[in-house]
């Protein structure tokens, strides 16, 4: 009796061939729209109004007396840029409101007590 072997040849998977190619164009495409403070702090209020509430944050932090940056800042309603504002308004409450003033009461309360003891 003759026994046959199979022969396989290695073809590359399409699918790790895609996610391979994919992440490279990731890759890419982050460092052509990273943008830097320095370069933030330079863009016109209509550049500025296309960024991310992380970018405007990002450079009021480190250019507080930018002018342009404030007024996006205040224009998106950003608040101080804290993760408090940030938490606060995506659980509903809108700046300026008895809600997001007691939110931000109860974070800064949170932040004073002693931590909890973990249960053994």
Sequence with gaps: MRTQVARYHATPNSSAIAGALGLILIVLLQGCSAMG????????????AKLSDHDI????????????LAAEA?????????????????WGAKPGSPEYAQCRLEMARARLLPPSPVAR
């Design 37 to 48: 403070p320095d370069e933030i702090v330079s863009l016109p209020p209509e550049q500025l």
């Design 74 to 90: 205040q224009r998106r309603d950003l608040g101080d840029c804290s993760a408090d504002h940030f938490l606060c308004v995506s």
């Design 57 to 68: 944050c990002r450079g009021l932090a480190l250019y507080k007396g930018n002018a342009n």
